[in-house]
């Protein structure tokens, strides 16, 4: 009974707490994963909606840090890279789900989901191809449950190879799914490894337009896909950062407050984390998806350190 009293106090607490400067990144999705699986999440339907606006908002804020110039270059200069490596992943995919014998739909979209942005890249695949609900809702819970492992294990494992800050956010913005787990990594990693992460991740993110474009030929979908509003305003930000300087200390703000709001978003995110996503996933996605993820981070870990990316 002081339990159930207590509970909805506790996480409002629990995200107050998110809200100062004591709790990092990694801290928050620990402290919302732990809240969740032990108590339970009592506003699981709005935190998943907020959690949602409020990580285009951060991303969007991050913008005023990055320069537009080193988008575009960043852009030009991984334009090879870029296409190898997703082309990579999705054919990889497809032996993997062929391998675990997994429904051909659900193994595209993790696949998919693997190669480019998660969730979004889901999202944007799924009517292209015609997948079912249950579907969809099975690759994204996989992704999320390697979003929170990518977030806990990528700066240790950084650390442990003694990655330097480039390093890391280049591995982090191809390896890890989603942007938030991306942005969450980097930013625990450091300044310089959160900036290229996000402006490799988004840049990276603008290729789900040409993909899905591919994939509704092959399927002969009249869908289309659109690239993420968010991505737009990261843009916009960085344009504005960096063409009007003498408004810097006021980005300089916008960006400090993104990086709160991006804290505070990852408890929500760690929030919705529970032994029924696993459940409702199955074993064979599960293994098909952490199996690609592997391999994935792994060669491009070993490429990173051997200079070769």
Not at 99 to 106: E, G, I, P, Q
Not at 243 to 249: A, G, K, R, V
Not at 277 to 287: E, R, S, W
Request: some cysteine; charged content about 10%; proline content about 3%.
């Amino acid at each position: 009974m002081i339990i159930t009293k207590l509970h909805k106090p506790t996480f409002i607490l629990s995200l107050a707490l998110c809200m100062t400067p004591f709790i990092g990144a990694g801290s928050a999705l620990v402290l919302g994963a732990i809240f969740a699986i032990t108590l339970g999440n009592p506003f699981a339907e709005l935190s998943q909606k907020a959690s949602k606006v409020m990580l285009k908002l951060a991303v969007v804020g991050l913008g005023f840090a990055v320069d537009f110039n080193e988008v575009i270059e960043v852009g030009r200069s991984s334009l090879v890279l870029t296409i190898v490596s997703i082309t990579a992943i999705i054919g990889l995919g497809e032996i993997l789900t062929q391998v675990f014998k997994l429904n051909r739909n659900t193994g595209v979209l993790i696949s998919f989901g693997t190669a480019i942005c998660g969730g979004s890249a889901i999202a944007a695949m799924a009517p292209v191809i015609k997948a079912r609900d249950h579907e969809v809702a099975v690759a994204l819970g996989i992704v999320f449950l390697l979003n929170g492992m990518g977030l806990l294990l990528f700066p240790a494992i950084g650390h442990y190879f003694e990655l330097t800050q480039q390093q890391f956010g280049l591995w982090a913005a191809l390896a890890i799914h989603d942007t938030s787990s991306v942005v969450g990594a980097s930013a625990t990693y450091g300044a310089v490894a959160l900036s290229i992460a996000t402006t490799v991740k988004l840049t990276r993110a603008m290729w789900i337009i040409p993909y899905t474009a591919v994939a509704g030929v092959f399927m002969r979908s009249d869908e289309k896909a659109s690239i993420p509003l968010f991505i737009v305003g990261f843009l916009l930000a960085a344009l504005i950062n960096t063409y009007m300087p003498s408004f810097s200390s006021t980005w300089e703000l916008i960006n400090s407050a993104a990086k709160q709001l991006l804290v505070v978003t990852l408890f929500l995110i760690g929030s919705g984390l529970s032994l029924s996503v696993l459940k409702q996933a199955g074993i064979k996605p599960f293994l098909m998806a952490i199996t690609l993820w592997v391999i994935v981070s792994s060669t491009i870990l070993l490429l990173i350190i051997d200079g070769f990316i």
